[in-house]
């Protein structure tokens, strides 16, 4: 069965460094979506990407943060420079579209983000 | 905007006993439901959906949820359960118009106790 993957599982980095978080959603879907846990919070929104073009995104998501697709199959969070707040675990969702039809999003496994 | 509520924190069950968590949401339009599972060092999965029709959905692995709309509530049951079943459970609802963010609650750690 197609699954959105996710790489690196656990980055560690020092604040103020740069990260690029990678995902690959599955192959047919045409929705992608990141989305971040802090740890003990709820699963919080980022920003939403169809068509090479972001499609919402949240307030969480300020100048710090971008998404790229750079070919195909890759989809990147990236954080230009870290906080400490941005500790947490970052999901990556793909669905392969459909308006107001099925609507899932599957889930990577995530990529737990330390930032020292 | 849209929220979602889960009242219960942390479940601890036995195995055999009947489940129920309740979710809440608030949201002006036709929505969207779900209730996803994380088990142990797992991804979310989904367990079970509502866009339309029969309010009483059936997931897999044993769960239902009834969608109420007069309530806005959307609950997980399971008559019976395992303890597999020991996970966290979000509830979440987008909008109807499809292909819209998830708005998550804050989950309910299950435990279940052999």
């Known amino acids: 069965e197609p699954e959105v993957t996710q790489t690196p599982s656990h980055q560690v980095t020092q604040m103020g460094q740069e990260v690029i978080l990678r995902c690959v959603p599955i192959?047919?879907?045409?929705?992608f979506y990141w989305y971040r846990q802090i740890l003990g919070q709820k699963v919080e929104f980022l920003v939403s990407?169809?068509?090479?073009?972001?499609?919402?995104k949240s307030e969480i998501f300020d100048d710090q943060f971008s998404v790229e697709r750079p070919d195909g199959s890759n989809f990147t969070l990236k954080i230009r420079s870290t906080k400490l707040e941005d500790s947490a675990m970052y999901f990556c969702?793909?669905?392969?579209?459909?308006?107001?039809?099925?609507?899932?999003?599957?889930f990577g496994p995530g990529t737990r983000l330390t930032v020292l | 905007a849209q929220s979602v509520s889960q009242h219960n924190h942390h479940v601890i069950l036995s195995e055999a006993a009947s489940l129920e968590l309740g979710c809440n949401y608030s949201?002006?339009?036709?929505?969207?439901l779900f209730w996803y599972v994380q088990y142990p060092g797992q991804h979310l999965q989904l367990l079970l959906k509502?866009?339309?029709?029969?309010?009483l959905v059936k997931g897999i692995k044993g769960f239902e949820a009834e969608f109420i709309k007069s309530k806005f509530s959307f609950n997980l049951r399971k008559p019976s359960v395992q303890w597999s079943d020991t996970a966290e459970y979000f509830c979440?609802?987008?909008?109807?118009?499809?292909?819209?963010?998830?708005?998550f609650g804050t989950g309910t750690r299950l435990t279940i106790i052999p």
């Open positions: 969702a793909s669905d392969r579209g459909g308006r107001g039809g099925v609507n899932e999003q599957f």
């Open positions: 192959s047919n879907h045409l929705y």
């Open positions: 990407f169809y068509n090479n073009e972001i499609s919402e």
């Open positions: 949201y002006g339009g036709t929505v969207n």
């Open positions: 509502y866009f339309s029709g029969d309010p």
């Open positions: 979440a609802v987008t909008s109807n118009f499809g292909n819209e963010k998830l708005t």
